[in-house]
């Protein structure tokens, strides 16, 4: 069965939302989160003050979802619409190709 990665950079205050929108999709097959620090592009940003300048590395999570192809658009937007604030730094969704993966425990591939 072919399968893709979603990821993510999201706020931190927008995870428990992103949980519950991630809970209630039937089927839904687990998720990752990582804590890490990044900062926005600086083109993105329009006047940069000296705190910005300072304090340009912000907590953020990176989400990783592992799910079939058929579940990706319902997944991505189910992100977009948990973590959407409308203004910079509300983060990034990908989509990656997965070429194989298998469970360690019994060597399986996951489907």
């Not at 705190?51 to 192809?69: A, H, I, Q, S």
């Not at 990706?72 to 973590?83: G, K, N, P, S």
């Not at 409308?86 to 469970?103: C, F, K, P, S």
Request: a neutral charge; charged letters at 30%.
């Amino acid at each position: 069965m072919p399968m893709k990665e979603i990821r993510a950079i999201i706020r931190p205050n927008r995870r428990d939302r992103l949980r519950e929108a991630l809970r209630a999709i039937p089927n839904f097959p687990g998720v990752t989160m990582f804590k890490t620090e990044g900062f926005t592009a600086p083109a993105a940003v329009d006047k940069r003050t000296v705190r910005d300048e300072l304090t340009d590395f912000t907590e953020k999570y990176m989400v990783c979802v592992l799910c079939p192809d058929d579940m990706v658009e319902t997944i991505r937007d189910a992100i977009m619409a948990a973590c959407g604030t409308g203004q910079i730094g509300d983060g990034l969704v990908w989509v990656l190709d997965i070429a194989q993966v298998h469970r360690i425990r019994d060597r399986q591939p996951y489907i």
